[in-house]
């Protein structure tokens, strides 16, 4: 109740902040010069609006009016994660979710591998005619086994049989699912399950010891369905980790398939056992046995022979998503983290030694470090590498080009095999999976920070500026965005870093996010100050001589807060580089950062000094960049 109660105030608040100011705005007698940096002192009201916001958006993303709103939401979301959960191993194996069945991408998958190997035995020179040969046919044998599963006519009937009998378990739960008083549950059922209920607690309950303030149990989210909704998925839930059970041990072996890959099993032991383990031979012959096992551990079946299964299963999912009703908004727009997650059964809310090392042992490791052979931890500091622009061009394009397409991506044949359409080529571009030519590219720990750094400056200055500029020559501006921007700003970096990580990933992403909050608030004030700095008599000056608002911002306003903003970037820079490594050091597989933390557990002092010295010239290097700009963009600065 006391959070619908704030809410309600809060939004009110903005609401109404928002209608004062703008009356304000129309009563108030309007500047003659533009951007008179002496019309953007702000206002209590803009205040309000900012700080509200901020708490409004912290209430929203922390799952706090949800919780006040529909405190039951989380737990009948848990039970929809569950069904979720339960469907997704059989929807893997159809073109629901997926662009095409799990058989037809085995079969490509394998497919290839079968003839990159063959490709490998022919222009190998290590290997003499009689063991291509002999290589050659057990690569023919495995891609035989392929057909023998795929053509329907060898389905076996018990096979098929399992499989309707499986359809028939899945339409029978879709149609008592619908029913209202699915599953069922009798009166005694109900009073242990609400009894189970009320012992578990709620949504965010936290359980203290008396006088000693410690925490014994904090519930994120009940697991136990509190309500009939719940429990209708709940229940669902359960029965279908049992069907996926009973399909997932289901395999399509017929007599022929059995033969066939007993006798080609037998035919490569045979092979090997009297081969050495490293020979050349010896390790193709392995690899091509396990990419029969593979084929005969996979869910492969002839391409009609699920089809009622598919429709059954897409009938069960309509089926629990309508049963979600106004769950689903709920979802959507008051768990803004992407909802409940399953999570197996449960549910969440989202040395010593010598530390100065010799110059030359230094020297040498750095050099060592340099090699894309040797490296650290199998990463070269820095070298460059062969990249297909077809990978580029798969980065850059987005996959649903392909989805987008009329038709449907290619099918395998009774025959194992899969005939590529225009759809499928498509698919292969926006992928990347193809070849053109190879193109230099930079890659290595120090490219690593580099980048990030790089990165991470580049959209704070994007976003900053402009917004320093307004803040500058607004009061609207500089009264709603100063709260956010003082509220965040004194923080240090390192308070942050475990959470954005934690959210974001340890991978570029988090790291680059954090930088960009580092650079952001720097060059905000940084522009803030250099427009409000502005002498007046420079934009009277030039709106004398008739220079319009746009000419007088960008002739007027924004050479003068030029000098600021370059001095800011540079202030930026040396906090990225700091903010970095000690990201680097928290969480990273990449960076000069990671290289220092890992040398450091295993008193790697050589190392150590390697990675100072290197965080040192690229700050150098950033440091001298921007001097040789800001001599060639305010040449007038400092003298008068």
């Given amino acids: 109740m006391l959070t619908q109660i704030v809410t309600f105030l809060i939004f009110f608040a903005v609401i109404g902040c928002i209608l004062y100011g703008r009356r304000l705005i129309r009563t108030e007698k309007i500047d003659a010069v533009f951007g008179n940096p002496e019309r953007a002192r702000g206002g209590t009201h803009w205040v309000i609006v900012g700080s509200s916001f901020l708490l409004l958006v912290w209430l929203y993303y922390s799952w706090d009016i949800a919780k ?30 997926e662009r095409e069945f799990k058989s037809t991408a085995q079969i490509k998958k394998e497919n290839k591998n079968l ?65 209202p008083n699915y599953p069922f549950e009798t009166e005694q059922e109900y009073k242990d399950r609400q009894k189970a209920v009320g012992e578990e607690g709620g949504w965010g309950i936290v359980k203290v010891s008396a006088g000693t303030g410690s925490i014994e149990n904090t519930i994120e989210v009940p697991l136990i369905p509190a309500t009939n909704r719940g429990l209708k998925f709940h229940t669902a839930a359960q029965e279908l980790n049992l069907i996926s059970d009973e399909f997932f041990k289901l395999r399509n072996h017929n007599p022929q398939f059995k033969d066939k890959i007993k006798e080609l099993k037998d035919e ?53 998503k309508e049963a979600q009703g106004g769950l689903r908004f709920i979802d959507i727009f008051l768990f803004p983290a992407g909802t409940i997650v399953a999570s197996g059964p449960s549910c969440s809310e989202q040395g010593s030694g010598r530390w100065l090392p010799k110059p030359s042992d230094t020297f040498n490791k750095f050099v060592l470090m340099l090699k894309p052979s040797v490296g650290y931890k199998d990463i070269p500091l820095l070298w460059i590498d062969m990249v297909d622009v077809s990978k580029m061009i798969g980065f850059l394009l987005p996959d649903w080009i392909a989805d987008i397409l009329p038709g449907e991506y290619p099918v395998h044949t009774k025959d194992g095999i899969v005939k590529q359409n225009f759809k499928g080529y498509v698919l292969k571009i926006v992928t990347g999976d193809f070849k053109l030519f190879k193109v230099p590219v930079p890659y290595g720990h120090i490219w690593d920070s580099f980048l990030r750094v790089f990165l991470g400056l580049v959209f704070g200055i994007l976003i900053g500026v402009p917004l320093g500029l307004f803040m500058g020559l607004n009061r609207f501006a500089k009264g709603f965005f100063d709260p956010l921007i003082e509220l965040y700003r004194p923080v240090p970096p390192l308070a942050w870093a475990p959470l954005i990580i934690s959210v974001l990933g340890i991978d570029n992403t988090g790291k680059v996010f954090l930088l960009f909050m580092v650079s952001l608030s720097i060059m905000i004030i940084s522009a803030r100050a250099g427009a409000s700095g502005t002498q007046l008599s420079k934009i009277h000056a030039a709106h004398s001589l008739g220079a319009s608002k746009k000419q007088i911002l960008r002739y007027v306003i924004f050479p003068n807060s030029l000098p600021e903003i370059l001095t800011g970037i540079r202030v930026a820079v040396g906090m990225c580089w700091g903010t970095l490594v000690a990201a680097e050091f928290l969480a990273g597989t990449t960076g000069i950062g990671f290289v220092e933390n890992v040398a450091k557990k295993y008193f790697q002092y050589e190392v150590i000094w390697i990675t100072i010295f290197i965080m040192g010239m690229l700050g150098l290097l950033f440091d001298v960049t921007l001097r040789k700009i800001i001599d060639k963009t305010i040449p007038w600065r400092g003298k008068g």
Avoid: H
Wanted: hydrophobic share 35%.
């Fill in 68 to 97: 006040g709103f529909y405190p039951k939401s989380a737990n009948e979301l848990c039970q929809v994660a569950k069904v979720n959960d339960s469907l997704l191993g059989l929807k893997y194996q159809f073109p629901i979710e």
């Fill in 268 to 320: 490569i032991k045979s092979y090997r056992k009297d081969l050495d383990s490293e020979d050349l031979s010896s390790n193709y012959a392995k690899n091509i046995v396990k990419i029969a096992r593979r084929i005969e551990f996979a869910s492969i079946y002839p391409p009609n022979a699920l089809d009622k299964m598919q429709n059954a299963i897409i009938k069960f999912d309509n089926a629990q």
């Fill in 115 to 179: 003839k990159q190997i063959l490709e490998e035995i022919k222009s190998s020179d290590e290997l003499n005619s009689q063991q291509k040969t002999i290589l050659s046919g057990f690569i023919n044998k495995t891609s035989q086994l392929i057909p023998l599963l795929t053509n329907e006519d060898l389905l076996e009937i018990d096979t098929q049989k399992k499989i309707d009998e499986i359809t028939g378990k899945i339409n029978l739960l879709t149609e008592n699912f619908q029913k």
